[in-house]
């Protein structure tokens, strides 16, 4: 199944970027680039909620 997710960016010092969201609690990643950050926040993203609905059915 797929989710689509809203991710907010931001641009920290050192050129580092930041990514939360707001709907998939615990996700917070950080990444050299957009993209990257993005890669890291959707495999992130998959382990949280995976780990809910495993913790839901049991």
């Known amino acids: 199944m797929k989710h689509l997710i809203q991710l907010h960016i931001e641009k920290l010092p050192k050129g580092m970027h930041l ?9 917070i990643v950080q990444g050299r680039t957009i993209q990257e950050t993005i ?8 382990n949280l909620i995976e780990a809910q609905s495993f913790l839901e059915k049991n």
Request: proline share 0%; hydrophobic share 45%.
């Open 39 to 46: 890669e890291i926040a959707r495999d992130v993203a998959k």
């Open 19 to 27: 990514a939360i969201s707001d709907e998939v609690q615990g996700l």
